[in-house]
T-cell receptor
């Protein structure tokens, strides 16, 4: 069974919509939870990191929440823009911040 | 800072050949990670180093893969002999060690490897 899953696998929305990406993980022994963005042909860029003692983090139009008891995290993107089009990966930190397990990602397309 | 630097960006080789991928972490970072990304398996951690010492290599698929970090500013991932199933994008990432719970990893642009 995959340790980290993400739904949906792909999402296409018109510009301006608010949207939610979902991440689920097994094993509540989580150190932190991180959301990354990956543009085609590029590496990953960290967006938000939530420590296990926190419930959410915000950066601009992005808000990420963490519910350890249910094994879920969500990434909320407000007022989406075409520039938000990318693949979004969540990653669970399993120990002292060194060892991340990545989900398969959600491929987001924001249409102008 | 230039960020994490990887070379080459693209590599095409024939089955059986030796392949060496290179990585320069961000200056001052003491942890280095090698990942492999494929459509089928997603992003997988292969190995990571703290202060140039390999800490966890359980993700290395088999003995054909080896990684070294001779100093704080350079690491290599070698595949010998290469096979078509090794075709993937290989990422290097670095982070500050010892890390805090707020520390993140910084990724390089990746090396796209194609083994024919």
């Amino acid at each position: 069974k995959q340790e980290v899953t993400q739904i949906p696998a792909a999402l296409s929305v018109p510009e301006g919509e608010n949207l939610v990406l979902n991440c689920s993980f097994t094993d509540s022994a989580i150190y932190n939870l991180q959301w990354f963005r990956q543009d085609p042909g590029k590496g990953l860029t960290s967006l938000l990191l939530i420590q296990s003692s926190q419930r959410e983090q915000t950066s601009g139009r992005l808000n990420a929440s963490l519910d350890k008891s249910s094994g879920r995290s969500t990434l909320y993107i407000a007022a989406s823009q075409p520039g938000d089009s990318a693949t979004y990966l969540c990653a669970k930190g399993r120990n002292y911040g060194q060892n991340f397990v990545f989900g398969p990602g959600t491929r987001l397309s924001v249409l102008p | 800072d230039a960020g994490v630097i990887q070379s080459p960006r693209h590599e095409v080789t024939e089955m059986g050949q030796e392949v060496t991928l290179r990585c320069k972490p961000i200056s001052g970072h003491n942890s280095l990670f090698w990942y492999r990304q494929t459509m089928m398996r997603g992003l997988e951690l292969l190995i990571y180093f703290n202060n140039n010492v390999p800490i966890d290599d359980s993700g290395m698929p088999e003995d054909r893969f080896s990684a070294k970090m001779p100093n704080a500013s350079f690491s290599t991932l070698k595949i010998q002999p290469s096979e078509p199933r090794d075709s993937a994008v290989y990422f290097c990432a670095s982070s500050l060690y010892p890390s805090s719970s707020t520390d993140t990893q910084y990724f390089g642009p990746g090396t796209r490897l194609t083994v024919l």
